[in-house]
């Protein structure tokens, strides 16, 4: 395994989680939620009184971030190695992991895990060990 060098962006990185940090510190200074982006999605799902405005806005957010950039600079190109069927599946699997593990990536490893919260200490471990092992899977027994 290399580093490909030209593609390595500590800096950008570095700011990046920084951003993601200030964002989910205010949303739980300001809102007293938890920027769990799963739990935020599933309350769309049986939406309670006074709660949907802010999902919305959350979520198209999330959705209109990228397309913002680009206004700003030329996006980066994306190569996804699977085809659209693989995606519905992943995207399934994922959905179905977010339920068990009571909670998403977000939720869990930024949110959970700055709490000092022994779960999400636990599903973090979990998801980035079951992320690791099926990557060797697939690219190293698989040869994918």
């Excluded at 800096?11 to 993601?20: D, T, V």
């Excluded at 799963?38 to 939406?47: M, N």
């Excluded at 009571?102 to 079951?130: K, N, Q």
Aim: charged share 10%; proline share 3%.
């Amino acid at each position: 395994m290399s580093i490909d060098w030209n593609s390595f962006t500590p800096w950008s990185s570095l700011a990046g989680g920084a951003l993601i940090g200030l964002a989910t510190a205010m949303f739980v200074l300001l809102n007293g939620r938890i920027a769990g982006v799963s739990g935020i999605l599933a309350g769309l799902l049986r939406p309670a009184r006074g709660e949907i405005a802010w999902r919305v806005a959350f979520i198209g957010g999330l959705i209109l971030a990228a397309p913002a950039y680009g206004l700003l600079t030329a996006l980066p190109s994306v190569r996804i190695d699977a085809g659209y069927g693989m995606l519905v599946i992943a995207g399934l699997l994922v959905g179905v992991g977010t339920r068990y593990g009571a909670g998403c990536t977000s939720g869990h490893g930024v949110c959970g895990l700055s709490r000092r919260s022994p779960r999400s200490l636990a599903a973090t471990v979990a998801f980035m060990a079951t992320g690791f092992i099926t990557v060797f899977i697939v690219r190293h027994l698989l040869a994918l």
